[in-house]
């Protein structure tokens, strides 16, 4: 029976059914590329979970395993347990996280992995309200897996993805003036992320993922608003609150300034952990908006010296790709 405020039980009400929704994403049985991923990985860094997301869970299916690198975030207890060096330590505290490339031998071929580190006391905070840029909210809020690890830390990572969707559907709510429907609450919040992000994405991008993640939107928006601490009403497909959202497209246009800044941090820091890192962003760039950068090999040999200098010549022809266009 449920006890305390009206306001508590609603909130109460809306983890469950996140958390609910979390776990059935969970559910099914990995594709066997994936699974042998996460084993080697989980065996990498034992008594640590896994989140499995982004290319390898949506593609995977349709493309040769060896062909794509899957995307992983380990979560562990602590720093301490994670690394034994204390110069790692400091950098994923920071500038989270810390990427590193991983491959592992397979029926399938050489099967590859980026994977990003974090422990669950900060991966908690960074998904939370108390973090502003969208990096790690708007992206944990999308449909993820959760593998390994014990019962405990299990639920504290569901209620973390928790608390990341309401963060993302709160402030995407506060780009709208009157009613909206989860699919175009998440057009809009995905769209913003991806500018604040300064990410490669192409205008069909957000609807395309939408798609592919069939339910998820409409399923857990109303949930997620109600978890964030906003009173709605849902009339059919539209969602309709009952105060407004706090406004937040001024606090998203700061987004875009400080994610140029955390772009450009994360990519020269990326350079030192993660092996042959600036052609791999490359390639992410060329695969989702078509502009081939065409590093150069003084930038694969001086990666921190060229970053800088690719990231300059991709503005360019982004620009210029926009005016063709």
Same mark, same amino acid.
């Given at each position: 029976?449920?006890?305390?405020?009206?306001?508590?039980?609603?909130?109460?009400?809306?983890?469950?059914?996140?958390?609910?929704?979390?776990?059935?994403?969970?559910?099914?049985?990995?594709?066997?590329?994936?699974?042998?991923?996460?084993?080697?990985?989980?065996?990498?860094h034992?008594?640590?979970?896994?989140?499995?997301?982004? $290319?390898?869970?949506?593609?995977? *299916? @349709? #493309? %040769?395993?060896?062909?794509?690198?899957?995307?992983?975030?380990?979560? &562990? =207890?602590?720093?301490?347990?994670?690394?034994?060096?204390?110069?790692?330590?400091?950098?994923?505290?920071?500038?989270?996280?810390?990427?590193?490339?991983?491959?592992?031998?397979?029926?399938?071929?050489?099967?590859?992995?980026?994977?990003?580190?974090?422990?669950?006391?900060?991966f908690?905070?960074?998904?939370?309200?108390?973090?502003?840029?969208?990096?790690?909210?708007?992206?944990?809020?999308?449909?993820?897996?959760?593998?390994?690890?014990s019962?405990?830390?299990?639920?504290?990572?569901?209620?973390?993805?928790?608390?990341?969707?309401?963060?993302?559907?709160k402030?995407?709510?506060?780009?709208?003036?009157?009613?909206?429907?989860?699919?175009?609450?998440?057009?809009?919040?995905?769209?913003? $992320?991806?500018k604040?992000?300064l *990410? @490669? #994405? %192409?205008?069909?991008?957000?609807?395309?993922?939408?798609?592919?993640? &069939? =339910?998820?939107a409409?399923?857990?928006?109303?949930?997620?608003?109600?978890?964030?601490?906003?009173?709605?009403?849902?009339?059919?497909?539209?969602?309709?609150?009952k105060?407004?959202?706090?406004?937040?497209?001024?606090?998203?246009?700061?987004?875009?300034?400080?994610?140029?800044?955390?772009?450009?941090?994360?990519?020269?820091?990326g350079t030192?952990?993660?092996?042959?890192?600036?052609?791999?962003?490359?390639?992410?760039?060329?695969?989702?908006?078509?502009?081939?950068?065409?590093?150069t090999?003084?930038?694969?040999?001086?990666?921190?010296?060229?970053?800088?200098?690719?990231?300059l010549?991709?503005?360019?022809?982004?620009?210029?790709?926009?005016?063709?266009?």
């Open positions: 029976m449920q006890v305390g405020p009206p306001e508590t039980q609603a909130r109460d009400a809306a983890l469950s059914a996140l958390r609910e929704r979390i776990r059935a994403v969970s559910a099914p049985p990995l594709n066997e590329p994936a699974q042998l991923l996460l084993d080697a990985l989980l065996a990498k034992p008594g640590a979970s896994a989140l499995f997301y982004g $290319s390898g869970a949506s593609v995977a *299916r @349709a #493309e %040769d395993p060896a062909s794509i690198i899957f995307d992983f975030y380990i979560i &562990g =207890d602590s720093y301490d347990a994670l690394y034994a060096s204390g110069a790692m330590k400091l950098a994923n505290r920071l500038v989270p996280p810390n990427v590193f490339y991983f491959e592992t031998p397979s029926p399938f071929g050489t099967l590859r992995a980026k994977y990003a580190v974090l422990s669950i006391n900060h908690e905070k960074l998904v939370s309200e108390e973090t502003f840029h969208s990096y790690f909210w708007a992206r944990f809020a999308q449909p993820c897996r959760v593998h390994g690890g019962a405990e830390m299990t639920a504290r990572i569901e209620t973390a993805l928790a608390s990341a969707i309401a963060t993302f559907c402030r995407a709510a506060g780009l709208f003036d009157g009613p909206f429907t989860a699919r175009e609450l998440w057009l809009a919040g995905l769209g913003v $992320s991806y604040a992000e *990410r @490669a #994405e %192409d205008a069909t991008r957000a609807a395309k993922l939408i798609e592919s993640y &069939g =339910d998820w409409v399923s857990v928006t109303a949930p997620a608003l109600i978890y964030a601490g906003l009173d709605i009403d849902v009339e059919g497909a539209v969602i309709r609150p105060q407004t959202p706090p406004q937040t497209a001024r606090a998203w246009r700061l987004r875009g300034v400080q994610g140029a800044f955390l772009s450009v941090l994360r990519l020269l820091k030192q952990t993660f092996k042959g890192g600036i052609d791999y962003i490359a390639w992410k760039i060329k695969r989702h908006s078509g502009v081939d950068l065409q590093i090999d003084w930038e694969r040999r001086h990666p921190m010296l060229g970053a800088p200098g690719a990231a010549r991709y503005y360019r022809l982004r620009a210029q790709t926009n005016r063709n266009a």
